[in-house]
């Protein structure tokens, strides 16, 4: 056997229901204007925090990759000047590059299947 105890509770109607909603709208204005705001900007926006933070790590990623073109930039120019300057270095360039040889010499070419 269940036992229903029911205290007094009052029925309110519709406008008075929404009567006490708009007095809490009211009195909360503010901070329900800034938690829109904030939900807005977090995840509606076309600009929002999680696109931001993709962007932040591309730049990143982008910075990264400028900083290791630059070291085979300057890499390739002290090479450049090696190159112009050395005329053994122009040799080895053709042997090794070119497989060139000299008139008296033959080139054998030994391929290692490992690499």
Known sequence: MKVLIVKSCKVVGMKARAKIIWSYILKFKYVIAVLVFAVWITFIDQTNLRFKSKLRDKIEYLKNKKEIYKEEIRKNETYYKDLMTNPDA??????EEYYMH?????????KDETE
């Open 90 to 95: 122009k040799e080895r360039l053709a042997r």
């Open 102 to 110: 000299k008139d008296n010499e033959d080139v054998f070419i030994i």
